[in-house]
């Protein structure tokens, strides 16, 4: 079956932008993931949604970043006022939801490249 | 604050050597003990996970073993392959989220 889709895959814009990242998890996952990559790094937690229950928005690193997710399914992660340190691989992972969850299935992510 | 630790940050091994990499972690309340791998351009995948009541794990040619009083787990690949070569990202799970380490490059020569 199809997997984690995420898009654009790569994202050049300058500073002070705004830019909306998509991702399409996996049908019939409950539960949607946010990280953030940097150069040579691990993965950063950014946000975690779960069904209709309010997003767990604890690792946003800003106010500029937010996330939605609509009718439990699609997500969008948008920043605002883009900044240099902004730039970053940002992956998309799904999951069932209960003792699972450590099973994330990831996109292949969005290279955002702040100019 | 750095929760997960992995080491080394790099290895070379032969072809049909062993390759050993470790994780130590702060947070005593993860739930599940994943190594996940992850090649150049695309997004980490679940390579093998331990439950914390568990001290050994095979699958395959990777074996993970975890020391729950240490706070630490390894991975082991056996007979490694040049199709192996990856980075290698411990994430303890827990609180809904993947606290990822930094990362192992593992390099396997022919």
């Known amino acids: 079956g199809a997997g984690v889709s995420q898009s654009p895959s790569n994202k050049v814009t300058e500073k002070g932008k705004d830019v909306e990242l998509r991702c399409d998890p996996i049908?019939?996952?409950?539960?949607l993931y946010w990280y953030r990559q940097s150069l040579g790094q691990g993965l950063e937690f950014l946000i975690y949604f779960q069904g209709n229950s309010a997003p767990d928005k604890s690792g946003l690193p800003s106010d500029r970043f937010s996330a939605e997710r609509t009718g439990g399914s699609v997500s969008t992660l948008t920043i605002q006022r883009t900044q240099q340190e902004d730039s970053a691989v940002y992956l998309c992972?799904?999951?069932?939801?209960?003792?699972?969850?450590?099973?994330?299935?990831f996109g292949p992510g969005t290279r955002l490249t702040v100019t | 604050q750095q929760q997960v630790k992995q080491s080394p940050q790099s290895l070379i091994v032969q072809k049909g050597g062993i390759s050993i990499i470790n994780c130590a972690y702060e947070n005593t309340a993860f739930d599940y003990f994943p190594w996940y791998q992850q090649f150049p351009g695309k997004g980490p995948a679940l390579l093998i996970a331990i439950r914390p009541d568990v001290s050994e794990k095979k699958e395959g040619r990777f074996t993970i073993s975890f020391n729950k009083s240490a706070k630490q787990f390894s991975l082991h690949i056996m007979d490694s392959q040049p199709g192996d070569s990856a980075t290698y990202f411990c994430a303890p799970y827990g609180n809904n989220r993947l606290a990822f380490g930094k990362g192992n490059q593992v390099v396997v020569i022919p």
């Open positions: 049908s019939g996952h409950t539960a």
């Open positions: 992972a799904s999951s069932f939801s209960g003792h699972s969850s450590y099973e994330q299935y």
